[in-house]
């Protein structure tokens, strides 16, 4: 079960680096070459054709040394530079003596009754092989009132990693998000009787120095109404997974505000500058500017409080927070008061009418010189703000807004300006760049341009982010990122959406073979979901695979997790994850899973248009039978392209299998938390894919002119609308009311309560802003499962479409498409600046209520 200690990501640099190095001595044995050359001809004839060898060879020189620091080192001085880093870093962490105490704090909130029976102790990476580690031993075998596990690391992260360890392997226990069951610590013995460890422990190393955590966007779909108690447990949270490099961007606003006023910028000019609080992620990234806004001096100077909180519990528990930096986003008002430097608008951004209100941010070119002072100023303002408390900056300004220029010179000095902003705030810097324009955007990012980019700053300076490398790894494309070191990451979840959805044999392997691979500069993994709280069995094997150097056996692993997440080993739910694992974890059709099923996402479009690719009945019977099958999407590739897509990529016929063995589980495991939460999400899955199917029957049924079957699988939708949200009632973890009430709780009058509760409903549904009769582009990107948005929202829109529908049939006219937009968005307007009141506490047994639904569409 435990895995062993792994030679360091650098013993894998190969002959690529090698080469390059080579190419250096090269480079320095043509200088010399030249030297002796031009000592040997300095009495000859050439000397009389106006040949000036000084000044020749001062330029050769000049481009040698200017060369030098970019080109990639050799192993050695590749491993030299990032344990430079890592040791620069080590010397910012809380003293040893914090750290222990940190560590036994998360012990005393996670199990408090079991304070006394583990001790901890910071060690050295000496003690550890010389890479970072934890250590688990028995402390004192014949105690049974003291200390019976000793726990040592080299970080306060890894020794609660040692703890989590530790009490999932030898006491069964489980810890996840509270919105995903929470924990599961039942199984663990009495303080006295704790499983001991075998002879001299179990040693544990990290194969690759980082694990990393974030999306700039998770601040906005998941952390943005927290308060300090809530943080504190997220926290708590990444120390158990081991995280130790963890984004940090609460409160940059308010160190803006700061750095921009000693600019001439007023707070009065900031107002249309600053995102409302759900939309702050897309402000920083330039995408957009004072939507949902503006921001109250309260927001901003409570944001600041919070953010200094949590880099202090970051650092106390020995993480390195990833600070923001300068990516050139500025407020108008700067081209007013430097009508010289070269601000230029950036290019519509996801509008419906082009319309500059709200989009198109100004950006200042990085190759001004004003770019330098407000980067300068922005990073020292943090250090003022925060102390010396890391040299690890993000910065990403081509975040789905390409260049003006695809020319590599000019991109280079893009990059060399950003960096050197980030430099001369902190000498030490080093720029932490998200890699998702490379996919996003990779048309544009050729590998000219990536390399201009990628090589802009010197070696080591700049660790990519290979974003969404779970489905699209950029590493394997572009030779390793061309020598840049990068972090394996699992991107995995946009939006925030509620699905069932993974990859798990990616995860299992994908970090492994990244490592091993040839001319490796993997320096960590990472966990990169734009929204949290969904699919904890991924981001426990992700997490794990921070400290493991070889690929899960995941059908045993999956086994054992079965075991720790319910408390007990059930046959039945045993062999549902096996058919979980092969279908709905087993996502290899390499589409990005933003849930797009048609109760949250439902299709905005004329189903009357087309009439020449009507479906027959036959085809439409041939279309049922294969949907048992779990065939329905190739099939609807293949004769009906113009119908509407959600995204199926497993036999809904296995999976509704693996419900059944679930609820047979029910009278052993309907008082854990853990297998409520997971009888919920799984019987919401089943009853979604099958609503798309019924939306398309009747869409079929639309288009034969067929009334009858029209109105029987219309209604039929609704119902699974209204059975769904009933079903999500159930469960605390499902309800709108907590997201709503937890956006209110952080104002401090009427109007702020307004705004946050307008800006919680926005971001779940329109997202952007709308016309009469256009949706935002964005409508449902975030959406969500709740108890309350369904019933409420996602209902109303449904029944609204099927009543235009059935008018059309009724009345034998086309289907007047503009006039159901016209009245949905309308509705859609009301219920987002709405202020009625969704429960906060569940309502009926989730295990009778699944049951039945079952019987009712499945038996």
Same mark, same amino acid.
């Given at each position: 079960?435990?895995?062993?200690?792994?030679?360091?990501?650098?013993?894998?640099?190969?002959?690529?680096?090698?080469?390059?190095?080579?190419?250096?001595?090269?480079?320095?044995?043509?200088?010399?070459?030249?030297?002796?050359?031009?000592?040997?001809?300095?009495?000859?004839?050439?000397?009389?054709?106006?040949?000036?060898?000084?000044?020749?060879?001062?330029?050769?020189?000049?481009?040698?040394?200017?060369?030098?620091?970019?080109?990639?080192?050799?192993?050695?001085?590749?491993?030299?530079?990032?344990?430079?880093?890592?040791?620069?870093?080590?010397?910012?962490?809380?003293?040893?003596?914090?750290?222990?105490?940190?560590?036994?704090?998360?012990?005393?909130?996670?199990?408090?009754?079991?304070?006394?029976?583990?001790?901890?102790?910071?060690?050295?990476?000496?003690?550890?092989?010389?890479?970072?580690?934890?250590?688990?031993?028995?402390?004192?075998?014949?105690?049974?009132?003291?200390?019976?596990?000793m726990i040592k690391g080299t970080t306060a992260v890894e020794i609660a990693s040692?703890?989590?360890?530790?009490?999932?392997?030898?006491?069964?226990?489980?810890?996840?998000?509270?919105?995903?069951?929470?924990?599961?610590?039942?199984?663990?013995?009495?303080?006295?009787?704790?499983?001991?460890?075998?002879?001299?422990?179990?040693?544990?190393?990290?194969?690759?120095?980082?694990?990393?955590?974030?999306?700039?966007?998770?601040?906005?779909?998941?952390?943005?109404?927290?308060?300090?108690?809530?943080?504190?447990?997220?926290?708590?949270?990444?120390?158990?997974?081991?995280?130790?490099?963890?984004?940090?961007?609460?409160?940059?606003?308010?160190?803006?505000?700061?750095?921009?006023?000693?600019?001439?910028?007023?707070?009065?000019?900031?107002?249309?500058?600053?995102?409302?609080?759900?939309?702050?992620?897309?402000?920083?990234?330039?995408?957009?500017?004072?939507?949902?806004?503006?921001?109250?001096?309260?927001?901003?100077?409570?944001?600041?409080?919070?953010?200094?909180?949590?880099?202090?519990?970051?650092?106390?528990?020995?993480?390195?927070?990833?600070?923001?930096?300068?990516?050139?986003?500025?407020?108008?008002?700067?081209?007013?008061?430097?009508?010289?430097?070269?601000?230029?608008?950036?290019?519509?951004?996801?509008?419906?009418?082009?319309?500059?209100?709200?989009?198109?941010?100004y950006l200042l070119d990085a190759s001004d010189p004003l770019f330098i002072q407000?980067?300068?100023?922005?990073?020292?303002?943090?250090?003022?703000?925060?102390?010396?408390?890391?040299?690890?900056?993000?910065?990403?300004?081509?975040?789905?807004?390409?260049?003006?220029?695809?020319?590599?010179?000019?991109?280079?000095?893009?990059?060399?300006?950003?960096?050197?902003?980030?430099?001369?705030?902190?000498?030490?810097?080093?720029?932490?760049?998200?890699?998702?324009?490379?996919?996003?955007?990779?048309?544009?990012?050729?590998?000219?341009?990536?390399?201009?980019?990628?090589?802009?700053?010197?070696?080591?300076?700049?660790?990519?982010?290979?974003?969404?490398?779970?489905?699209?790894?950029?590493?394997?494309?572009?030779?390793?990122?061309?020598?840049?070191?990068?972090?394996?990451?699992?991107?995995?979840?946009?939006?925030?959406?509620?699905?069932?959805?993974?990859?798990?044999?990616?995860?299992?392997?994908?970090?492994?073979?990244?490592?091993?691979?040839?001319?490796?500069?993997?320096?960590?993994?990472?966990?990169?979901?734009?929204?949290?709280?969904?699919?904890?069995?991924?981001?426990?094997?992700?997490?794990?695979?921070?400290?493991?150097?070889?690929?899960?056996?995941?059908?045993?692993?999956?086994?054992?997790?079965?075991?720790?997440?319910?408390?007990?080993?059930?046959?039945?739910?045993?062999?549902?994850?096996?058919?979980?694992?092969?279908?709905?974890?087993?996502?290899?059709?390499?589409?990005?899973?933003?849930?797009?099923?048609?109760?949250?996402?439902?299709?905005?479009?004329?189903?009357?248009?087309?009439?020449?690719?009507?479906?027959?009945?036959?085809?439409?019977?041939?279309?049922?039978?294969?949907?048992?099958?779990?065939?329905?999407?190739?099939?609807?590739?293949?004769?009906?392209?113009?119908?509407?897509?959600?995204?199926?990529?497993?036999?809904?016929?296995?999976?509704?299998?693996?419900?059944?063995?679930?609820?047979?589980?029910?009278?052993?495991?309907?008082?854990?938390? @853990?297998?409520?939460?997971? %009888?919920? &999400?799984?019987?919401?899955?089943?009853? *979604?894919? $099958?609503?798309?199917?019924? =939306? +398309?029957?009747?869409?079929?049924?639309?288009?034969?002119?067929?009334?009858?079957?029209?109105?029987?699988?219309?209604?039929?939708?609704?119902?699974?609308?209204?059975?769904?949200?009933?079903?999500?009632?159930?469960?605390?973890?499902?309800?709108?009311?907590?997201?709503?009430?937890?956006?209110?709780?952080?104002?401090?009058?009427?109007?702020?309560?307004?705004?946050?509760?307008?800006?919680?409903?926005?971001?779940?549904?329109?997202?952007?802003?709308?016309?009469? @009769?256009?949706?935002?582009? %964005?409508? &449902?990107?975030?959406?969500?499962?709740? *108890?309350? $948005?369904?019933?409420?929202? =996602? +209902?109303?829109?449904?029944?609204?479409?099927?009543?235009?529908?059935?008018?059309?049939?009724?009345?034998?006219?086309?289907?007047?498409?503009?006039?159901?937009?016209?009245?949905?968005?309308?509705?859609?307007?009301?219920?987002?600046?709405?202020?009625?009141?969704?429960?906060?506490?569940?309502?009926?047994?989730?295990?009778?209520?699944?049951?039945?639904?079952?019987?009712?569409?499945?038996?």
């Amino acid at each position: 079960m435990q895995p062993q200690s792994t030679p360091t990501y650098d013993q894998n640099v190969g002959s690529l680096t090698s080469l390059l190095f080579t190419i250096r001595l090269l480079l320095l044995g043509l200088f010399s070459i030249f030297i002796i050359n031009h000592l040997t001809l300095r009495h000859s004839t050439i000397s009389s054709l106006n040949y000036n060898p000084f000044q020749t060879m001062s330029k050769f020189l000049l481009w040698v040394l200017m060369l030098l620091p970019f080109l990639p080192l050799s192993s050695s001085s590749h491993s030299e530079a990032i344990e430079a880093l890592l040791s620069r870093l080590a010397t910012k962490r809380a003293a040893p003596s914090v750290q222990e105490s940190a560590a036994k704090a998360v012990l005393q909130r996670l199990l408090p009754t079991h304070l006394d029976s583990f001790q901890f102790e910071i060690v050295s990476k000496d003690v550890c092989g010389g890479k970072s580690c934890f250590w688990i031993s028995n402390y004192n075998v014949s105690s049974k009132n003291g200390p019976e596990i000793m726990i040592k690391g080299t970080t306060a992260v890894e020794i609660a990693s040692g703890l989590h360890w530790y009490i999932k392997y030898w006491c069964g226990a489980h810890v996840s998000w509270d919105k995903t069951g929470s924990i599961q610590i039942a199984s663990i013995p009495k303080p006295g009787s704790l499983p001991l460890v075998k002879d001299e422990g179990v040693l544990i190393q990290r194969p690759v120095p980082w694990n990393y955590y974030q999306n700039v966007v998770t601040s906005s779909y998941s952390y943005v109404w927290w308060d300090w108690e809530r943080w504190e447990k997220e926290i708590d949270w990444m120390a158990l997974q081991g995280v130790n490099l963890p984004l940090a961007f609460n409160g940059q606003e308010a160190i803006w505000q700061k750095v921009f006023m000693d600019f001439n910028i007023s707070k009065k000019d900031l107002n249309g500058f600053f995102g409302g609080p759900a939309f702050l992620a897309w402000a920083r990234m330039g995408n957009l500017h004072g939507w949902g806004g503006p921001l109250s001096q309260n927001w901003l100077d409570e944001q600041l409080v919070l953010q200094k909180q949590i880099l202090c519990r970051m650092l106390e528990l020995g993480m390195t927070p990833v600070l923001p930096s300068f990516s050139g986003n500025v407020p108008e008002a700067l081209k007013k008061i430097f009508p010289s430097a070269n601000i230029t608008r950036l290019g519509e951004w996801n509008t419906v009418d082009n319309n500059t209100r709200w989009c198109c941010t100004y950006l200042l070119d990085a190759s001004d010189p004003l770019f330098i002072q407000i980067g300068k100023a922005f990073i020292r303002q943090q250090i003022k703000e925060y102390g010396d408390v890391t040299d690890i900056y993000n910065c990403d300004t081509f975040n789905e807004n390409s260049p003006p220029t695809n020319d590599p010179a000019y991109i280079s000095s893009l990059g060399a300006a950003i960096y050197k902003a980030m430099s001369q705030g902190d000498k030490d810097s080093v720029w932490l760049m998200q890699g998702w324009l490379f996919y996003s955007d990779s048309g544009f990012w050729k590998p000219p341009q990536m390399k201009a980019l990628l090589h802009s700053v010197p070696f080591g300076k700049m660790v990519v982010l290979d974003l969404f490398a779970d489905a699209k790894p950029i590493w394997r494309t572009s030779s390793q990122f061309y020598g840049t070191p990068y972090i394996w990451c699992m991107l995995h979840n946009f939006g925030g959406n509620i699905e069932m959805y993974g990859i798990l044999d990616a995860v299992s392997s994908g970090p492994v073979d990244a490592r091993i691979s040839k001319n490796s500069t993997m320096v960590g993994v990472g966990m990169c979901m734009e929204g949290i709280e969904q699919n904890p069995v991924a981001y426990e094997l992700m997490s794990e695979m921070a400290f493991r150097s070889e690929k899960v056996q995941l059908v045993e692993w999956l086994k054992t997790y079965s075991y720790r997440r319910y408390g007990k080993a059930v046959h039945h739910v045993e062999a549902a994850w096996e058919i979980l694992y092969r279908t709905i974890y087993n996502c290899t059709d390499g589409i990005a899973d933003h849930n797009t099923d048609f109760m949250v996402n439902f299709p905005d479009w004329d189903p009357s248009l087309n009439p020449s690719s009507d479906i027959s009945k036959e085809q439409h019977i041939i279309q049922k039978i294969l949907t048992q099958t779990g065939r329905r999407k190739i099939l609807f590739q293949e004769t009906s392209s113009d119908l509407p897509q959600s995204h199926l990529w497993y036999s809904t016929h296995e999976v509704v299998n693996a419900l059944r063995l679930f609820l047979d589980a029910g009278n052993e495991l309907s008082k854990s938390s @853990t297998y409520r939460y997971d %009888l919920v &999400d799984l019987t919401r899955q089943v009853l *979604s894919k $099958l609503g798309n199917q019924v =939306y +398309l029957d009747a869409v079929i049924a639309f288009r034969q002119k067929d009334a009858k079957n029209f109105h029987l699988h219309s209604q039929k939708f609704v119902q699974l609308v209204k059975d769904i949200d009933t079903l999500l009632a159930s469960d605390d973890n499902f309800l709108l009311g907590t997201w709503l009430e937890s956006a209110k709780k952080l104002a401090v009058n009427p109007r702020e309560m307004e705004q946050y509760e307008w800006n919680a409903r926005t971001q779940l549904t329109m997202w952007f802003y709308v016309t009469k @009769t256009n949706q935002s582009k %964005l409508h &449902d990107y975030a959406n969500k499962f709740w *108890s309350g $948005l369904l019933e409420n929202y =996602y +209902l109303p829109r449904a029944s609204m479409y099927f009543s235009y529908l059935a008018k059309a049939l009724t009345e034998n006219k086309n289907f007047k498409l503009e006039e159901w937009r016209r009245e949905w968005i309308s509705y859609s307007n009301k219920w987002q600046a709405g202020k009625e009141l969704y429960p906060v506490r569940a309502k009926g047994d989730t295990l009778a209520i699944s049951r039945a639904l079952y019987e009712k569409y499945f038996n």
